[in-house]
């Protein structure tokens, strides 16, 4: 007999999935090859073999598989307290298993008045003004990785313009949440598909102007972060917002 599937979650939800000497993280983040490895071990605190560390008789197979007979460690340190399990007395374990639940509650409690999550935007990282983008390339080198983008166009668009424009900006967007994450040959079809929209909407009177602006994520568990985010605008080449600049 075993430790129930139901003490084995309570044990590693209050254990925090760490061990209850070292506090190592019990289980290891997947590869790019392989899956999750679970660290952890479940460990009797008072053994149920006859020759088992720390064991004493009188106990029942109920009580040498309840909740408080198991602790949550790693396995150096498991084979650590049945070694020495003259140091590791039934009672020292005991308390090293009630002090780890106590701080993993406590470390719990204090994320919970974590400050909350906002995004924060700097002035002078807001682009004064757009650059006119012709190049598919340009343009997929500007938004791969941005988290979010600001969209602008003309506002008397006919049915058929809207469906134009629309469908460009929603495009770029699925380009932008694909990210650098693509392989170098999607990469390469997304530069040629973006040239061809580009050129399309230059075709029937429009032109694309994009820019880049970093802002910063913060609050929560993590550090500050950058949070890049992408300016897009499709205007008519006669829009009289459209200035030249010499750059």
């Known amino acids: ?113 974590l400050p909350p999550v906002r995004i924060r935007r700097f002035s002078k990282n807001i682009p004064t003004y757009l650059l006119r983008i012709s190049s598919g390339k340009d343009l997929l080198a500007i938004v791969s990785g941005c988290m979010m983008h600001y969209f602008d166009h003309d506002h008397d668009l006919s049915e058929d313009e809207v469906e134009l424009v629309g469908g460009f900006a929603q495009e770029i967007t699925n380009w932008a949440d694909l990210g650098s994450g693509m392989e170098a040959i999607e990469q390469v079809r997304a530069a040629k598909r973006i040239q061809d929209l580009i050129k399309d909407l230059e075709a029937k009177g429009f032109f694309v102007f994009a820019g880049k602006e970093d802002q910063q994520i913060e609050g929560g568990v993590g550090i500050p972060s950058k949070f890049p985010v992408v300016h897009l605008s499709v205007l008519r080449a006669s829009n009289p917002s459209i200035q030249r600049v010499e750059i």
């Open 1 to 113: 007999m075993s430790i129930a599937d139901k003490n084995r979650k309570i044990l590693w939800a209050r254990s925090g999935n760490r061990c209850a000497i070292c506090r190592l993280q019990l289980v290891a983040e997947q590869t790019i090859k392989d899956s999750e490895s679970v660290l952890g071990e479940e460990c009797h605190i008072i053994s149920p073999a006859p020759n088992g560390p720390r064991h004493e008789l009188g106990f029942s197979d109920d009580q040498l598989n309840a909740l408080d007979n198991f602790i949550l460690l790693c396995a150096t340190h498991h084979k650590m307290i049945d070694n020495q399990c003259e140091k590791y007395s039934v009672p020292l374990v005991r308390e090293i298993k009630q002090k780890h639940e106590s701080w993993v509650e406590t470390k719990l409690c204090d994320e919970s008045v």
